[in-house]
């Protein structure tokens, strides 16, 4: 932490750092050009990482002296000049999500080591954490039939954060004993013997899927980090993806190119067929003769879609 007085550290998420002293955005240590004002409504969104900003806040702090209508043009084109500068995707955002009729949310972790931690830890906090369970995410106020969900995608999640180099994470065998809601922190701590566990709910509305996670210091019992994740159902490789790239920032906070390519590997780009595969694991992984029917079934009709 910094003493009385000091200039405050830059602040790192992903490949970038913002720096608070000389108001610049820098990527791997070249200046990101920005105008004055998107800089201004970066450091807000990154200081407050992991909390909706609301625009009434941001016209309170940036635009104080303008007009409704000069403000509304304003913060359109600040976001999105942004997310131009981030590499963003407003559809798909990595960074900053829109929060619609309320303001935005800075999605990607940060690291602050000049005070106290915001949206996840400071990488003195960070630098415990080596091994990982992840429980099956238990069906929210979704259909029965959604069930599959939860474990299909608690099962991807550990499939892709295996492949990053220095993560243990626990295989589903020893994880999935453990389900929700109600969890013995100090048992999992010590019947695994990792130092971070991420639980989650599934909810299915429509064509929406809505995923809700918490990744907790388990021998503290403290949420280091939480999210919750709205996309269209059809978007599930993505969330997917985007859920497992979180929580590695979580423990690796500096990924190389190469470990993001490992965590956006698809077992296929079929969304059908790898749907049914989910449905296959979750009855054949029951152990019951009508369970291990049912997944034989899905796994034909997942292999005839193209898995």
Not at 27 to 46: D, F, I, N
Not at 47 to 69: K, L, M, N
Not at 246 to 273: D, G
Request: charged share 25%; with cysteine.
């Amino acid at each position: 932490m910094a003493s009385a007085g000091a200039q405050p550290d830059p602040i790192r998420f992903g490949p970038f750092e913002f720096d608070r002293v000389n108001l610049e955005l820098r990527k791997r240590g070249y200046v990101v050009k920005l105008q004055p004002q998107p800089l201004a409504l970066l450091r807000l969104m990154v200081e407050s990482a992991g909390r909706i900003v609301s625009r009434d806040e941001i016209r309170r702090q940036i635009w104080s002296d303008d007009t409704f209508v000069d403000f509304e043009r304003g913060i359109n084109f600040a976001v999105s000049q942004i997310r131009v500068a981030l590499g963003d995707n407003p559809e798909k955002p990595r960074f900053i999500e829109t929060i619609p009729r309320r303001g935005y949310k800075f999605l990607c972790n940060v690291q602050d080591s000049s005070g106290p931690p915001n949206a996840v830890s400071s990488p003195s906090v960070l630098n415990r954490f080596r091994s990982l369970a992840v429980l099956p995410f238990v069906n929210g106020t979704g259909p029965q039939e959604a069930e599959y969900l939860g474990e299909g995608i608690s099962e991807s999640i550990i499939n892709l954060i295996s492949q990053v180099p220095d993560i243990r994470v626990v295989p589903r065998s020893s994880a999935f004993r453990f389900r929700g809601p109600n969890f013995d922190w100090r048992r999992i701590a010590r019947d695994l013997n990792v130092d971070a566990v991420l639980t989650g709910s599934v909810m299915q509305r429509g064509d929406r899927l809505i995923v809700q996670t918490e990744l907790v210091d388990v021998k503290n019992q403290a949420q280091v980090w939480g999210s919750q994740l709205n996309r269209k159902f059809e978007d599930i490789f993505e969330l997917q993806e985007e859920l497992a790239r979180h929580i590695c920032e979580c423990l690796r906070p500096r990924l190389s190119v190469h470990e993001h390519e490992l965590l956006s590997k698809r077992p296929t780009e079929n969304r059908e067929a790898y749907l049914l595969y989910l449905k296959a694991m979750f009855y054949a992984n029951k152990w019951t003769p009508q369970g291990i029917q049912q997944g034989f079934a899905f796994s034909r009709q997942a292999i005839e879609k193209g898995l």
